[in-house]
C-alpha cells in the first residue's frame, strides 16, 4: 500500500502505522494441536495520528480495533508492519526505551473488569502508573493526584479502599479511564473507554478528556461503537471492516459524505434517541454471512454483503486512496475509500 | 400495554380489582444490602417494577444505580454473602420466587427466564469451548445428546450472526472479540425460549449494524414467543427503538416510570431531564457536553431525603429532608397518565415547567 | 501363637519362616545367615556344628591330619548322590571347592579356603586347578595346607566346601545359582522368587537321615522390618517361626514363654568397641581401660536391653566350648569408676579431651551408643563425640588413616574356631593395608602385637587341642586384658519363637537358624 | 504442538545424562569402597575385590565410568548390580512393576479422597466439615506412615485378617500400602483443592452457570472443578511421580517389593548400578509425568499457551 | 508478629473515615492493603487459633528451660521407658530421659527444621517458580529441567553428600530438606502463573510500562499464590516430619537431640507396646501443622478480598 498522501496540514504526525499485520494461529485437536490457518485480525492497517488530534476507529464487531489498538501498546507483537512514535518503530523496542515510550502512550482497556487486578484496592490500582513513572508525581502527592482522578472520572473518592469486584460495570469502567489519564501521556488509546457508562457520566468523561486535550494537545485513539459519541469526540474517523481500513477522513467526510457502502449501512443503522423516528426510517439491512476473518473473501473483503458488488469487486482488492470518482475534485467525498465503486449515498446521518 | 406498577406504598387497585392477569414479572419493593467493611452498602432501596409477557421494559440510569444488583436478585444469583435480599417480593407468573426452595428456583433458570450478562468475558468459562457452554443448556434441560447439543450450539451462535460458527464452536471465550463474546451471552440467554430475558447491557460491545440486528432478533422472539424483555442499557438509542416502557434508577431506587414515547418528550424527573440533555448532539460538536454535576451517592452513605438532591438544580430544602415516593404523574389539568410516575417533589415543576 | 495354618497344602505342613532377601543361595557364594540357611539344608557337607561348637559329621566318615599338620585325609560316606543323581565323591567336593575358589566366581566366602595349597593361582587366575586337592581314591580327600593347621576340619563346616554336581558348571552359572541341585536333606522346588519367596521341598533320596517335613516355605521379607513382619506373621498363624524386634522382646517372652514356644541362645558373637590404637586418643593401653572401667555395661543391658542382652566379659563366645573362659577382660567385669579415672590419669586423659565415637546408623545402635557415650562422659569427663554415619561411608571412615578414638563393632563365627576371630580382629595380617594406609582387613584398630601373632601361628600348630586351646586363652588374654586392643561390650544373645505347637525338635542351630533337617511335624 | 512434545522429549535425553552425570559425580565421591566389603562389615579379599573392580570397572575415572555407562544405557543395558551380580535391568523389572502398580492404586485413591475432602472444605468454608478436613488432613501429616501403616497391619491384618500381612503383589494386598501413601498426599490434594477452589467459586462464570439453570452437581464438578485443578494436577504430577519412585517406608512396612527400598538398600549398600537405574528411571518418569502434566494444562485451560 | 499486636488501636480509628482525615476531602484514611488484610485476618476464628498455636509454639520453644521439668539430654538408664506418671508426664524413653522435656526442647529445632527449611525452599522454588511461569520459553525449560532432576534425584544421596560436607547436625537437615522440596514450590507456582500471566490486569500493568519485576511481585504472585499457600502451611509440617525420614535412614539430625522427627524415627520398633513414645511427639507435631495450616488458610483468605 502506498503512504497515504500527507494531509493538507503541515503537522507531523505523532504516531504513523503502516502496513500493521496480525495473525492469530487457528488450531485444532485437544492435545496435539496443529494449526489450521489464521484469523487475520488486522490485515494491513495504515493510518497516522496528529498531535492534538482524536482518531476515531469504528467498525463492525470483531473486525480488529482492539487488536489495533494492543498492536500499537506493543501487547501483541505484529505479524509485520510498523508503528512508528515520533518517527521511532515502536514494535521494535523493548527495555528501558519501551519504557520511556508506554509513559507517553496509554490504553483505556475494553473489558473493564478483566483489566483491574482483584488484589489491587482502587487506590493502589490507579496509583500504580505513579509508582512506575514516580518521576510523574512526587510521593507525597501522589494519594491527591489518585483522590483527584476519582472525582474526575465521577466516582466517589471514598471508594479508595474497594476492590474492582465491588463496583458496577461502569464504575470499573471509570477506574480504568482513571488509570489511563494518570499520566498525562502524549496519546490515549481508548478501546470503547465509556460503552458502559450512562449518558450523563459519558459526558463528563468526554469532557475532561477534551478539556485534557486542550490543555495539553493529546492525542487520542477513540474506539467505540456509538457512533455518535465518536463523531462528537473526533477530529478524524476510520472505519474498519474485516481487519482492514475501509474509509478514513474528518468527521464530516465520514458521517455526511460516507462514500464507502459499509460506512453507508453503519450510518444507516444508528438508533436514534427519540422513539417518534422509531418507524419509517431508512435503514441498510445487510444480508448475507458475515465472513469469517480467518477465510476473508477474495478482493473487496465486503463485496459479499454489499448490493453494489461486481465481478471485479471479487478480483481486485480495492486500496485505500481517494476514490477515482472524486478525485481532483474540491467535494467532501474526496477522502480515502477503499470501493471499486465508491459514491455518495445520503444516509440518515447519526444524531 | 399495561398500566406501570404503582409503588410499594400505595396499595395497588389492579391487583385488588382482579383486572386482569399477574404480570409476567413483578418486582416489589426490593431491597438488596452488601456488607463491607466500612458498613452496609444499600445497593437496592425499595425497587418495584413489573414486565409483562411480550413487553419490553428499558431500566436505565446512574451506573452504580443498581440496575444490575437487581437483575441478579431476579436471577437469584447474588453474590451471597455479603449480598442478601433485605427485603420486597419478586414475583414471576404471580408467586414470589424469593420463597421458593433453591432446586425449584434453578428449574425456573434457562427455561423460565434467563440473563445476559454485562460483562461477557468473566461471565463466560475460560476453560470450556463455547459451543461446549451453548450446548450445556440443552443437554441438562432437555436432555440432548452432544452432538445434537452442538448442531444447536451453531445454530444459536448463527442466529446471533457470528461469522464461521461451525468452525469457530470450540474456540474458547478467549479467543473471540469483545462483540462476539457478547453475542454468545445472547445466545445462550435466548437458547431455551425462556419466558423472560433479562439483558443487562446486551449491546454495548457491538457495532451498530449487528446490534441492530441482535435487538431485532430479540424482538423477533419476543414477538414469536410472547416473551417479557428487561433490558438495561445506557443508550437511549436502543430504548427508544425496542422499549415499551422504561424505568429510571438513580440510588437504589426507580425514580421515574414511563411509557418510552412520553418519556423522551417529558422527563418528570430532574435526573431523567439530565440524562437526556447529556446525549451528544450534531448542533453541539465542538462544544462541552451537558452533564450532570457532582458526584454519584455513595451507597454507605446516601444523602438523606431525595438521593439526587446534592445534584439537583431545582433541590429545595424539602428534597433534603423527605424522601420522595413515586407517585402517578398528571396532565396539568389533572388526568393521570397512563403509567407514568415520578419519584420526585418537584414533578409538576419539572414535567410542565 | 500359630496354631492354624493355611498352608497346610500338598503332602503335609509345610514349616513356614521369613528372611531377607540373601545375596546368595548357592554355596559358591552364601555368605549370611540366610544364604547360608538354604545353601546348608540344600547341600550337605564333611561336618556340621553343634551348639556347644563341637563338629558334627556328615559326609566325613573321617577327617585325619597329618603329623605337621598341612595335610588332611578325608574319608567321604559312600553311595550318596545329588538329586539328579549325579554320586557324590572326592570328585564332587574338588569340583565343589575349585568352582568356589575360582577367579570368575569372586566369591566372598572362597577365602576360607585361603590355607589350601593352590588357592592364590586358582583364586587370582593363574591355574585353573585346586593343586591342593586330590582325590586319593574314589571318596578318599586330600588336601594340601600351605601352611599347618591342626583345625581346618573345623572351617569345612563352612557352606562353601559343599560339593558340586557337574551340571553346576562354574561359579556364575546364574540358572544354577537361583535353582542349586544339591545333596541336601531338601532340595528347591522351582526357582528362587528373588525378593519374594524360596520353597523347599524334602530331598526322599537323601544320603542320611530323612527330614521328616515335606516342605519349607521361606517368604522373602524386607531387610528394615522383617523382624517385625516375622513377630507379627507368627502372632496371626502365618509363621513358625520368627525373629522380634528388639523393643518387642519383653512383650513376646511374656506370652511365648510360658507356652514353650521362646527359644534363647546366647551364639557365637560379640558386640565390642573398636580402638583405634595407632592414634591419638586410644593409643595408650590405659586410655583403653579407663573407657572400658567407666562402661556399666550391666546398666544398659538392662536399662536399653530390657535385661535380655548380657554383658561380655570376653572376646570369645561361650559357645566355643573348648577356649571360652568368662571374664578374660578384667575392666569388663564391672563399671569401676575409681579404676577408670585412675588409668585416664595415667593415660594423660583429661577431662575435657575429646573422644571420638563413631558408629553406622539406621541399624538400631543408637541408644545404646548414647548411652556409652553418656557414661564415659560422666565418669572420666570426656567430651564424647558421636559421628554416626550411613554403614558404607561409616566403614570407609574405620579404614581411613588417623580415624581416632572408638568405633561400635560386632563379630560373628563363621565357624566354631577361636582364630575366625582373634586372627582377623587382632592379628598384624588383620590389618592388610593397602598404598594409602587404609586398613582393608578386618583388624580397622591397627592393634599389633608380634608376640600375640606369633601365639596364633603356634596354635595353628599344635595338635592337641587342649594345648591350642590354652595357647588361644593365653592370646586372647594379652589383647583383650593386658593390650586392651578392644572393648567386648555384650553377648550376642538371640530370640526366636517357634511354633512348638504343631512341630516338635525345633531348635535354633549354631548359625541361628531353625534346624529344619530335624524338625518334625506333630 | 507435536514439535513441542518432541522437543521435551529430546530435553529429556538431556536430563537424563545430566542427572546421571550428577549422580556419577556424586557416587564418585562418596567415601566407602562399592565392593570394599560383604554385606556384613566384614572386609572382603582382596583378591575379590581387585577381580570386582576390573569387571566393573571401578578402576577407571569417572569420565571413563560415565561413557561406559552411557554406551551400555544406549544399548539398553544397564550393568550388573555388585551384590547379587544380576542383571540390572532383572532385578529392577519386577520392582518397577510392583512399585507401578501400587502407585496408581494410591494415586486414584488419592485423587478421588483429596479431591473430595477439598471439595467439601471450600463449599462449607468454616463450617463443621471444613475444620473436620483440616483436621483429618493434618493428622494424616503429623503421624508418620510407618504408625499409619503399622496400625492398618495390627488391626486388618493380624486382628482381623482382612488383608494379608505379607503382600503378595495381589489386588487384596495392595489395599493397605495404596491406603497408606494415599493418605499424606490425600491430605495435601486437599489443602490444595480447597485453597484454589474458594478462588473460583466466587467467578463470574460461576454466577451465569448458576444462571443457566445448571443442577448444582455440574456447577461444581464442571464449572467449578475445571478451573481449580490445576494447582492439583501440578501436585497430583508430581506426587504421581514421586509414588512411582516408590515409598520406602511403606514398601518395607508391607514387604512391597518395590524399588523405594531397593535403592535406599542400594544407596547403603553402594550399590551403584542399582542406584542409578533407579535414578534414570525416575528422572524419565518425572520429565514424562511433567510433561504430560504441561499438555493437561493445555486441555484443562486454554489460555495457557506452551511454547 | 509484633506488627499485629502493635497496630490493633490504628485500625480501631480506622472505623470512622471522616474523623481519621479531618480535612476538607471527605476521603477516608487510605487503607493499607495490610490493615485490610490484617483486618480480616483476626476476624477469622481459625486463624487466631491457629496464630495462637503458633505463638505457642513460639513461646514453648523460646522458654523451653522454663516449662521443662528435666534435662532433656539426662539418661536414666534405671528408669527406661516408663509409662507417663506424674514424674514423667510423657514418659521416658529407651534411655530414661524425660519425654515431655524432650518434646518442649523439640519445639525448638522443629521451629527451626520445620521454618527454616520451608523459608528456604520457598525462596529458591518462589523465584524460579515466577521466574519460569511468567518468562515460558527458554527459561521456563531450563529451570522446569532442573526442577526435573531434583525431583528424581534420591534425597538420600543428597543428605548424604551433604552430611558428608557440613557434618551432622541441623543444618544440614534443613539444606537436605529445602533442597529437595523447592521444586515443588516451584512447579505449583509456576503452574497457576501460567493461567495468571494472560489475564487482562497483566497486560494492563505491561501497558504502563511496569517492570518485570513489578509485574510478577505486584500482579502475578497475589493472583496465583492462593494454591501455593496452602501447599506451604502444610510443608512446615511434612518438613518436621520428613526429619523423621531422615532420622530412620540415618542421615538426620543427631539421636541425641530432642526432636520431634527423631523421636519417632527411634519409637518405630515401640509400635504397640509402648505407643506413648511415637504418640506425644507426633501430637505436637499436629498441633503445630495445624496452627499453621489456620494461619496459613487465614491468611489465603485474607489475601482474597473476594472472600467475605
Ligand atoms: N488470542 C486470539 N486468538 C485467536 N483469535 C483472536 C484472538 N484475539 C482476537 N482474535 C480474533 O481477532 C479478531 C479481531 O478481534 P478484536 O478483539 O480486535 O475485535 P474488535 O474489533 O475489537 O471487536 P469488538 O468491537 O467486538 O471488541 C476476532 O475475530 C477475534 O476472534
Ligand atoms: N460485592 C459488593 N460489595 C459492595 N458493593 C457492591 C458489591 N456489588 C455491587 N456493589 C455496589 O452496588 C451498587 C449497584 O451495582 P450495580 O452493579 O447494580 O450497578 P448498575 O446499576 O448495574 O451499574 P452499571 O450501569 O455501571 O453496570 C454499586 O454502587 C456497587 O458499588
Ligand atoms: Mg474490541
Ligand atoms: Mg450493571
Not at chain 1, 460516507?258 to 423516528?277: F, G, I, N
Not at chain 3, 586330590?134 to 583345625?151: C, H, M, Q, R
Request: charged share 20%; proline share 5%.
Amino acid at each position: 500500500m502506498a503512504e497515504p498522501a500527507k494531509q493538507s496540514d503541515q503537522r507531523e504526525p505523532i504516531l504513523q502505522v503502516r502496513n500493521l499485520v496480525k495473525h492469530f494461529p487457528l488450531t485444532q485437536g485437544i492435545l496435539l494441536k496443529r494449526q489450521i490457518g489464521a484469523v487475520k485480525a488486522v490485515d494491513g492497517v495504515s493510518f497516522d495520528l496528529y498531535q492534538g488530534e482524536t482518531l476515531g476507529i469504528v467498525g463492525e464487531s470483531g473486525c480488529g480495533k482492539s487488536t489495533v489498538a494492543r498492536l500499537l501498546m506493543t501487547l501483541e507483537t505484529a505479524t509485520s508492519g510498523e508503528v512508528f512514535y515520533k518517527g521511532q518503530d515502536i514494535t521494535k523496542l523493548s527495555g528501558r526505551a519501551l519504557k520511556a515510550v508506554r509513559r507517553n502512550i496509554q490504553m483505556v482497556f475494553q473489558d473493564p473488569y478483566t483489566s483491574l487486578n482483584p488484589r489491587m484496592t482502587v487506590g493502589d490500582i490507579i496509583g500504580e502508573p505513579f509508582e512506575i513513572h514516580p518521576e510523574v508525581a512526587p510521593k507525597g502527592d501522589r494519594r491527591k493526584r489518585v483522590q483527584e482522578l476519582l472525582d474526575v472520572v465521577g466516582l466517589n473518592p471514598e471508594y479508595i479502599n474497594r476492590y474492582p469486584h465491588q463496583f458496577s460495570g461502569g464504575q470499573r469502567q471509570r477506574i480504568g479511564i482513571a488509570r489511563g489519564l494518570a499520566l498525562n501521556p502524549e496519546i490515549i488509546v481508548c478501546d470503547e473507554p465509556v460503552s458502559a457508562l450512562d449518558v450523563s457520566v459519558q459526558a463528563q468523561v468526554i469532557n475532561l478528556m477534551e478539556k485534557l486535550q486542550d490543555e495539553f494537545n493529546l492525542s487520542y485513539i477513540f474506539i467505540a461503537h456509538d457512533l455518535s459519541i465518536v463523531r462528537h469526540i473526533s477530529d478524524r474517523v476510520g472505519v474498519m471492516y474485516l481487519g482492514k481500513m475501509a474509509e478514513i477522513g474528518t468527521d464530516a467526510q465520514i458521517y455526511e459524505h460516507p462514500t464507502h457502502p459499509y460506512t453507508q449501512a453503519l450510518l444507516s443503522a444508528v438508533p436514534v434517541p427519540d422513539p417518534e423516528k422509531r418507524e419509517g426510517r431508512e435503514r441498510i439491512i445487510l444480508t448475507g454471512d458475515v465472513p469469517s476473518p480467518a477465510n476473508p473473501p477474495s478482493g473487496c473483503r465486503f463485496r459479499t454483503r454489499c448490493w453494489k458488488a461486481q465481478d471485479k469487486c471479487a478480483e481486485e482488492m480495492p486500496v485505500l486512496a481517494i476514490p477515482e470518482v472524486f478525485k481532483g475534485k474540491d467535494t467532501p467525498a474526496a477522502h480515502d475509500s477503499a470501493c471499486h465503486f465508491a459514491e455518495e449515498k445520503q444516509v440518515v446521518g447519526a444524531a | 400495554m399495561t398500566t406501570i406498577e404503582k409503588t410499594a406504598g400505595t396499595p395497588d387497585p389492579a391487583t385488588g380489582g382482579g383486572k386482569k392477569s399477574v404480570p409476567l414479572l413483578e418486582v416489589r419493593d426490593l431491597h438488596v444490602e452488601f456488607k463491607t467493611r466500612d458498613g452496609v452498602a444499600k445497593a437496592v432501596n425499595g425497587v418495584s417494577y413489573s414486565v409483562d409477557s411480550g413487553e419490553t421494559l428499558a431500566v436505565l440510569g446512574e451506573s452504580g444505580s443498581g440496575k444490575s444488583v437487581t437483575a441478579q436478585a431476579i436471577m437469584g444469583i447474588l453474590d451471597s454473602p455479603p449480598g442478601r435480599v433485605a427485603g420486597g417480593e419478586i414475583r414471576f407468573h404471580g408467586e414470589d420466587i424469593l420463597k421458593l426452595p433453591e432446586s425449584e428456583r434453578r428449574k425456573l433458570r434457562g427455561p423460565k427466564m434467563a440473563m445476559i450478562f454485562q460483562d461477557a468475558l468473566s461471565a463466560l468459562n475460560p476453560v470450556f469451548s463455547v459451543g461446549n457452554q451453548l450446548g450445556e443448556m440443552f443437554r441438562v434441560h432437555q436432555g440432548m445428546s452432544k452432538k445434537d447439543a452442538k448442531a444447536k450450539a451453531i445454530e444459536l451462535m448463527d442466529r446471533v450472526r457470528i461469522p464461521a460458527a461451525k468452525e469457530r464452536v470450540n474456540d474458547y471465550p478467549h479467543q473471540f472479540s469483545g462483540g462476539m463474546r457478547q453475542r454468545i451471552m445472547i445466545a445462550m440467554a435466548m437458547a431455551l425460549e425462556p419466558d423472560l430475558i433479562i439483558a443487562d447491557e446486551p449491546t454495548t460491545a457491538l457495532d451498530v449494524t449487528v446490534q441492530a440486528q441482535v435487538m431485532d432478533l430479540l424482538a423477533e422472539l419476543q414477538r414469536e414467543l410472547n416473551m417479557g424483555l428487561i433490558l438495561i442499557t445506557h443508550d437511549l438509542g436502543v430504548v427508544a427503538d425496542v422499549a415499551d416502557k422504561i424505568a429510571v434508577m438513580y440510588a437504589g431506587r426507580i425514580v421515574e416510570t414511563a411509557p418510552v414515547h412520553e418519556l423522551y418528550k417529558r422527563p418528570a424527573h430532574p435526573y431523567t431531564r439530565g440524562l437526556l440533555e447529556s446525549i451528544p448532539r450534531l448542533d453541539h460538536k465542538g462544544q462541552e457536553l451537558y452533564a450532570i454535576k457532582g458526584l454519584p451517592p455513595n451507597l454507605l452513605h446516601i444523602p438523606t431525603g431525595c438521593a439526587f438532591n446534592p445534584r439537583c438544580p431545582k433541590a429545595q430544602d424539602v428534597c433534603r429532608t423527605d424522601i420522595p415516593e413515586l407517585l402517578p404523574v398528571a396532565e396539568q389539568d389533572g388526568t393521570e397518565l397512563d403509567g407514568r410516575g415520578s419519584a420526585c417533589h418537584f414533578w409538576k415543576e419539572t414535567i410542565h415547567g | 501363637g500359630g496354631n492354624d495354618s493355611k498352608s497346610d497344602g500338598k503332602g503335609g505342613a509345610a514349616f513356614r519362616l521369613g528372611i531377607t532377601e540373601p545375596v546368595s543361595i548357592d554355596p559358591v557364594n552364601a555368605q549370611e545367615s540366610e544364604g547360608t540357611l538354604v545353601a546348608r539344608n540344600l547341600f550337605t557337607g564333611l561336618y556340621d556344628v553343634n551348639l556347644d561348637g563341637t563338629l558334627k559329621p556328615k559326609l566325613a566318615v573321617s577327617g585325619t591330619p597329618n603329623d605337621k599338620g598341612d595335610e588332611w585325609t578325608f574319608e567321604i560316606k559312600k553311595d550318596t548322590k545329588f538329586s539328579n543323581g549325579e554320586p557324590v565323591n572326592a570328585e564332587a567336593f574338588i569340583r565343589g571347592w575349585t568352582r568356589a575358589a575360582a577367579k570368575s566366581s569372586a566369591s566372598d566366602v572362597a577365602y576360607h579356603m585361603n590355607g589350601i595349597d593352590g588357592f592364590k593361582d586358582l583364586n587370582t587366575g593363574k591355574s585353573d586347578k585346586f593343586s591342593g586337592l586330590t582325590a586319593a581314591g574314589e571318596y578318599t580327600l586330600k588336601v594340601k595346607l600351605s601352611a599347618p593347621d591342626f583345625e581346618f576340619n573345623k572351617k569345612t563346616a563352612h557352606s562353601v566346601f559343599s560339593p558340586m554336581p557337574k551340571v553346576a558348571g562354574a561359579g556364575d552359572n546364574k540358572t544354577f545359582n537361583d535353582a542349586p541341585i544339591g545333596n541336601g536333606p531338601f532340595k528347591m522346588d522351582g526357582s528362587w522368587q528373588h525378593n519374594q519367596k524360596i520353597n523347599l521341598v524334602r530331598n526322599d533320596d537323601y544320603g542320611l537321615d530323612k527330614a521328616k517335613l515335606s516342605r519349607v516355605e521361606i517368604s522373602i521379607l524386607n531387610p528394615s522390618s522383617s523382624s517385625n513382619l516375622e513377630y507379627k506373621g507368627f502372632e496371626s498363624g502365618q509363621f513358625d517361626w520368627a525373629r522380634m524386634p528388639t523393643p518387642q522382646l519383653p512383650v513376646a517372652k511374656a506370652k511365648y514363654d510360658g507356652q514353650g514356644e521362646w527359644l534363647k541362645l546366647d551364639s557365637s558373637g560379640v558386640n565390642y568397641l573398636l580402638l583405634f590404637t595407632t592414634e591419638s586418643q586410644m593409643k595408650s593401653a590405659d586410655a583403653r581401660k579407663a573407657v572400658s572401667y567407666a562402661i556399666d555395661r550391666a546398666e544398659i543391658a538392662k536399662g536399653v536391653y530390657q535385661g535380655l542382652q548380657e554383658p561380655a566379659t570376653s572376646l570369645l563366645p561361650p559357645t566355643f566350648k573348648d577356649v571360652y573362659k568368662p571374664d578374660v577382660c578384667s575392666s569388663c567385669v564391672k563399671q569401676d569408676k575409681a579404676k577408670a579415672k585412675e588409668y585416664a590419669d595415667k593415660a594423660g586423659l583429661k577431662p575435657g579431651d575429646t573422644l571420638d565415637f563413631g558408629y553406622n546408623t539406621g541399624a538400631g545402635h543408637e541408644e545404646w551408643v548414647q548411652a556409652v557415650a553418656k557414661q564415659v562422659e560422666d565418669v572420666l569427663g570426656l567430651k564424647v563425640k558421636l559421628n554416626g554415619l550411613p554403614f558404607k561411608e561409616a566403614l570407609a571412615k574405620q579404614q581411613e588413616k588417623g580415624t581416632n578414638g572408638i568405633w561400635r563393632a560386632a563379630w560373628s563365627a563363621d565357624y566354631p574356631t577361636a582364630d575366625n576371630f582373634l586372627s582377623p580382629l587382632l592379628s598384624t595380617s588383620g590389618i592388610n593395608p593397602d598404598a594409602s594406609g587404609k586398613a582393608l582387613g578386618d583388624n580397622r584398630g591397627r592393634y599389633s602385637n608380634p608376640k600375640f601373632d606369633e601365639m596364633l601361628v603356634k596354635a595353628r600348630e599344635t595338635k592337641d587341642p587342649a594345648e591350642r586351646a590354652k595357647i588361644y586363652q593365653d592370646a586372647e588374654k594379652l589383647a583383650i586384658d593386658e593390650d586392651q586392643a578392644l572393648i567386648p561390650l555384650w553377648k550376642r544373645t538371640q530370640y526366636r519363637l517357634a511354633n512348638t505347637k504343631k512341630y516338635d525338635g525345633v531348635k535354633m542351630d549354631f548359625f541361628e537358624d531353625p534346624n529344619l533337617a530335624e524338625i518334625s511335624p506333630k | 504442538m507435536g514439535k513441542y512434545v518432541i522437543r521435551r522429549i529430546g530435553q529429556m535425553v538431556i536430563v537424563l545424562f545430566g542427572a546421571t552425570l550428577i549422580l556419577f559425580a556424586c557416587l564418585f565421591v562418596l567415601p566407602g569402597d562399592p565392593v570394599g566389603s560383604l554385606g556384613g562389615d566384614k572386609a572382603r579379599d582382596p583378591a575379590v575385590v581387585q577381580e570386582l573392580r576390573e569387571r566393573y570397572g571401578l578402576d577407571k575415572p569417572l569420565a571413563v565410568q560415565y561413557g561406559n555407562y552411557v554406551t551400555n544405557l544406549v544399548k539398553g543395558d544397564l550393568g550388573e548390580d555388585y551384590t547379587q551380580r544380576r542383571e540390572v535391568s532383572e532385578v529392577l523389572a519386577p520392582k518397577l512393576q510392583n512399585t507401578a502398580k501400587l502407585a496408581l492404586a494410591a494415586i486414584v485413591i488419592d485423587v478421588v479422597l483429596g479431591m473430595l475432602a477439598g471439595l467439601v472444605a471450600a463449599l462449607f468454608r468454616y463450617s463443621f466439615w471444613d475444620v473436620l478436613v483440616t483436621l483429618l488432613t493434618t493428622l494424616a501429616i503429623g503421624f508418620p506412615s510407618f504408625v499409619i501403616g503399622s496400625i492398618f497391619q495390627s488391626q486388618f491384618a493380624v486382628k482381623l485378617g482382612w488383608f494379608p500381612l505379607i503382600s503378595d503383589g495381589s489386588f487384596n494386598s495392595m489395599i493397605m500400602p495404596a491406603v497408606t501413601l494415599a493418605i499424606i498426599d490425600a491430605a495435601l490434594v486437599a489443602r490444595l483443592m480447597r485453597g484454589t477452589m474458594l478462588e473460583v467459586l466466587r467467578a463470574d462464570y460461576v454466577k451465569t452457570a448458576v444462571a443457566k439453570g445448571l443442577p448444582r452437581r455440574t456447577v461444581l464438578f464442571k464449572h467449578v472443578m475445571r478451573n481449580s485443578v490445576i494447582p492439583v494436577v501440578t501436585y497430583i504430577g508430581i506426587s504421581f511421580g514421586g509414588l512411582l519412585g516408590g515409598a520406602l517406608i511403606t514398601e518395607a512396612i508391607f514387604n512391597w517389593d518395590g524399588i523405594g527400598f531397593a535403592l535406599v538398600t542400594a544407596i547403603q549398600q553402594q550399590n551403584n548400578p542399582i542406584i542409578v537405574g533407579v535414578v534414570t528411571y525416575g528422572v524419565a518418569v518425572f520429565v514424562l509425568l511433567n510433561l504430560l502434566v504441561d499438555l493437561l494444562y493445555a486441555v484443562l485451560d486454554p489460555r495457557i499457551r506452551l511454547s | 508478629m509484633t506488627e499485629l499486636a502493635k497496630s490493633k488501636g490504628p485500625d480501631a480509628a480506622t472505623a470512622q473515615p471522616a474523623a481519621a482525615t479531618g480535612t476538607a476531602e471527605p476521603a477516608p484514611a487510605r487503607i493499607t492493603q495490610w490493615s485490610e488484610i490484617r483486618h480480616r485476618f483476626v476476624a477469622n476464628r481459625l486463624a487466631v487459633v491457629g496464630l495462637a498455636l503458633v505463638l505457642l509454639l513460639f513461646v514453648v520453644a523460646a522458654a523451653a528451660p522454663l516449662i521443662a521439668t528435666h534435662d532433656p539430654y539426662a539418661q536414666d538408664l534405671g528408669n527406661t521407658l516408663q509409662s507417663p506418671s506424674g514424674g514423667h508426664w510423657f514418659g521416658t524413653d529407651a534411655l530414661g530421659r524425660d519425654q515431655f522435656s524432650r518434646v518442649i526442647y523439640g519445639s525448638r529445632i522443629a521451629v527451626i527444621v520445620g521454618l527454616a527449611s520451608i523459608f528456604l525452599a520457598c525462596l529458591i522454588g518462589m523465584v524460579l517458580g515466577a521466574l519460569a511461569g511468567y518468562f515460558g520459553k527458554f527459561v521456563d525449560t531450563v529451570i522446569m529441567r532442573i526442577a526435573d532432576i531434583f525431583f528424581a534425584f534420591p534425597l538420600l544421596i543428597g543428605a548424604i553428600v551433604i552430611i558428608l560436607v557440613m557434618g551432622r547436625g541441623v543444618t544440614p537437615v534443613i539444606l537436605s530438606l529445602a533442597i529437595f522440596s523447592w521444586a515443588t514450590v516451584a512447579r505449583l507456582l509456576r503452574s497457576s502463573i501460567l493461567s495468571v500471566r494472560e489475564m487482562d490486569y497483566v497486560t494492563a500493568a505491561k501497558a504502563l510500562g511496569a517492570s518485570t519485576s513489578r509485574i510478577i511481585v505486584r500482579h502475578i504472585m497475589p493472583n496465583s499464590i492462593a494454591a501455593v499457600m496452602s501447599f506451604i502451611a502444610f510443608s512446615v509440617g511434612t518438613a518436621i516430619v520428613a526429619e523423621a525420614s531422615l532420622s530412620y535412614l540415618g542421615v538426620g539430625v543427631s539421636p541425641e537431640v530432642p526432636e520431634w522427627g527423631n523421636m519417632i524415627s527411634s519409637a518405630r520398633d515401640f509400635m504397640g507396646v509402648k505407643d506413648f513414645l511415637w504418640a506425644y511427639p507426633s501430637v505436637a507435631i499436629v498441633l503445630t501443622v495445624l496452627g499453621f495450616v489456620f494461619v496459613g488458610d487465614g491468611l489465603r483468605d485474607a489475601l482474597d478480598p473476594k472472600l467475605r
